[in-house]
Nanobody, 126 residues
Framework: QVRLVESGGGLVQAGHSLTLSCEAS????????MGWFRQTPGAEREFVAG????????DYADAVKGRFTISRDHTKNMVFLQMNSLKPEDTANYYC???????????????????WGQGTQVTVSS
């Protein structure tokens, strides 16, 4: 069993930055792709960013390319999402997830991910 806990969300003004953290416990996640997703009320959960097990490849949703950066720290069993130039449309609950398959790929479908955190709310005011 893997437990994921996100932190770092909050209320910020447009144009500002936030860094989200996700700490895994229970089992090491360093062998698996991890991703960040976001969801607003009434909408489906959508892919934001992903990173392969060794950090050698990353992928981003078009809406966040050039503004968000995903990274991971194996020594801490953590993954991060640096969010710059935030926009009101980035407002959502952000979730981290682990793929738990021995693949060198970054799936964008939520159902490809086995474990999820409880989410952290990000609110961007205009």
């Amino acid at each position: 069993q893997v437990r994921l806990v996100e932190s770092g969300g909050g209320l910020v003004q447009a144009g500002h930055s936030l860094t989200l953290s996700c700490e895994a416990s229970g089992r090491p996640v360093h062998s698996f792709t991890m991703g960040w997703f976001r969801q607003t009320p009434g909408a489906e959960r959508e892919f934001v960013a992903g990173i392969t097990w060794n950090g050698g490849r990353t992928d981003y949703a078009d809406a966040v390319k050039g503004r968000f950066t995903i990274s991971r720290d194996h020594t801490k069993n953590m993954v991060f999402l640096q969010m710059n130039s935030l926009k009101p449309e980035d407002t959502a609950n952000y979730y981290c997830a682990v793929n738990w398959k021995p693949i060198v790929a970054i799936p964008i479908a939520p159902n490809e991910y086995a474990y999820w955190g409880q989410g952290t709310q990000v609110t961007v005011s205009s």
